[in-house]
C-alpha cells in the first residue's frame, strides 16, 4: 500500500533467484525523473529505451514505467524534506529495479547523500561503470579507443561506511588517547607510532564478506565477456595497508580457489604452469626462482614458502588447468593502485574488469570515464543480490536544467546497462549502435559538439540526440 502511488496496472514484477533477476516480457520498472536537467533526461531517454525494446521485440516485450519519486520533486509532492519518501523505497524494494536521473545533494536537513542512502538501504554493494569508447566522441586522450573497462568498485564499506570523528570531538579524542596509550603500545608491529593530538580521526574497515561478494559479481560478469576480455584485476594499495587493502586482495584470490576453481587462474599460477610447459623437466625451486624476484636472496622459510607454492600449484591444478588450457579461464591478477592509474593511461588494452575497494574505485573509475568522453558518456549501476538501481553518474548540472540542451548519454547508457541486466540484449545493442553512428556522423549535443574538431555548430538539442539514436535503429 503505498501512500500517493498508484501501481501500473498493467505488467508483473521482476523477482530474484540467487542474485539474478527473472524478467517478465511486460516488467513494471519504477523511475525516479530526477531533479535539474533530469527534467529533459528522462524524457529523452525513456523515448530511447521504449524505441529500441519496440524495435527489437514487437509487441512481444515492453517495459510499464512506473513514476516515483527522489530529490526536489519529492519535496514538491511529499512534504519539506522528502527527499526519499517511504513510498519510493516500497516501490523499489517491490520491483526489484529502478533507473534514475540525478538528483540533488539535499541541504539543511534530512538525508546527506541520496544516491548513499538508496545503496545502504538496498545492499547495492557493487557500483559498476563500464568506460568503452564510442568512435567520434572528443577525448583528452590520444588512443582513448584502447579503453574498454567495467569498474566494479564496492559500494557499502571501505570510506562509505563514514564512521570519522571530527578534531577535537570528545569521542573522537578518547578514541585517540586509548590507541596512543594502550591499543599502539601492546601491537609490537607498530613501535612507537602515536597519532598527533590534533588529528580528526577516520576508521576503514574492509571485510572478508564485503570483498569476496565484490569479487564474486566482477568474476561473474568476466565470464559474459568475450575470451579476450575474460580478466579481472584486483586493485589495492596492499603495499602499505596490509590488512585492508592488502586482504582485499588476499580474499579475492581466496575466493578464485574456494568458488571459481575451474574457471579461473590467477596471474602466478600462469607463471608456474607455463614454466613447465616450456620446460618439463624444470625443478620446482627453479620454478620458484623463476616466479619469485629476488628468490636467491630470501631467507631460507621463505625460500621453501615459495617452493611449496609451486608444488601445491602443479599438485592441485596441473591436471585441469596444465598444457595451456589455463589459456581458457578467466585471469585474475592484482595491480597496486597507483600503477593502475598510469596503466588505464599507457596500456589501456591490457585490462578489462577492474574490482576495487570504495575509494579507489571511485577515482578510477572518473579517470577512466574521462578517457572515453566524460560525465555525458558515463553510465552507471549500483547492483545487489535483490535488487539494481541504474543512474547517471553526473549531477543535476542546474544551470542547464529546463533548456533541452544536456547530452542524456549518461543515463541512456545507464539504461543499456538495464536492459542487458535484463538480458534483454537485442535491445541494448540497438541504442549502443545507433548512439555509436549518431555520434560518428557528428549528431551530437553541445558538450561533445564544442569539443569535436572541427566543432559542431548548431549542435543537437537533448531530445533531437534521442531521436537521432532512434533513427539509427533501422
Ligand atoms: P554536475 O551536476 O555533474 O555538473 C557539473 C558540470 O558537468 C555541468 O555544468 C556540465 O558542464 C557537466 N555535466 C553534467 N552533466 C552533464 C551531462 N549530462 N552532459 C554533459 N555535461 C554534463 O555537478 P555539480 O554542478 O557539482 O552538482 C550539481 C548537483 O548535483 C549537486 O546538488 C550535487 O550534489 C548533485 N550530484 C548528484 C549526483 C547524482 O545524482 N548521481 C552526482 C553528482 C552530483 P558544462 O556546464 O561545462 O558543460
Known sequence: MYEKLTSPTIGSKITFQDGKPVVPDDPIVPFIRGDGTGVDIWPATEAVIDAAVKHAYGEQRKINWFKIYAGDEACDKYGTYQYLPQDTLDAIAEYGIAIKGPLTTPVGGGIRSLNVALRQIFQLYACVRPCRYYQGTPSPHKYPEKLDVIVYRENTEDIYLGIEWKQGDEIGTKLIDLLNHELIPSTPEHGNKQIPLDSGIGIKPISKTGSQRLVRKAIEQAL???????????????????????????????????????????????????????????????????????????????????????????????????????????????????????????????????????????????????????????????????????????????????????????????????????????????????????????????????????????????????????????
Open 224 to 474: 559474459t565477456l568475450p575470451p579476450e576480455k575474460q580478466q579481472v584485476t584486483l586493485v589495492h594499495k596492499g603495499n602499505i595497508m596490509k590488512y585492508t587493502e592488502g586482504a582485499f586482495r588476499d580474499w579475492g584470490y581466496e575466493l578464485v580457489k574456494s568458488e571459481f576453481r575451474d574457471e579461473c587462474i590467477t596471474e602466478r599460477e600462469s607463471w608456474i604452469l607455463s614454466n613447465k610447459e616450456a620446460d618439463a623437466q624444470l625443478s620446482i625451486e627453479d620454478n620458484a626462482r623463476k616466479i619469485e624476484p629476488g628468490y636467491n636472496s630470501l631467507t631460507p622459510e621463505k625460500k621453501a614458502q615459495v617452493c611449496q607454492e609451486v608444488q601445491e600449484v602443479l599438485e592441485q591444478i596441473w591436471d585441469t588447468h596444465g598444457e595451456g588450457k589455463w589459456k581458457t579461464k578467466v585471469m585474475v591478477n592484482d595491480r597496486i593502485a597507483d600503477s593502475i592509474f598510469q596503466q588505464i593511461q599507457t596500456r589501456p588494452d591490457e585490462y578489462s574488469i577492474l574490482a576495487t575497494m570504495n575509494l579507489n574505485g571511485d577515482y578510477l573509475s572518473d579517470a577512466a570515464a574521462a578517457i572515453v568522453g566524460g560525465l555525458g558518456m558515463s553510465p552507471g549501476a549500483n547492483i545487489g543480490d535483490t535488487c539494481a538501481i541504474f543512474e547517471a553518474t553526473h549531477g543535476t548540472a542546474p544551470k542547464h536544467a529546463g533548456l533541452d540542451r544536456i547530452n542524456p548519454g549518461s543515463v541512456i547508457l545507464s539504461g543499456v546497462m538495464m536492459l542487458e541486466f535484463m538480458g534483454w540484449n537485442e535491445a541494448a545493442d540497438l541504442i549502443r549502435s545507433g548512439l555509436a553512428k549518431a555520434i560518428a556522423n557528428r549528431e551530437v549535443t553541445y558538450d561533445l559538439a564544442r569539443m569535436m574538431d572541427p566543432p559542431v555548430d548548431p549542435p543537437l538539442k537533448c531530445s533531437e540526440f534521442a531521436q537521432a539514436i532512434i533513427k539509427y535503429f533501422a
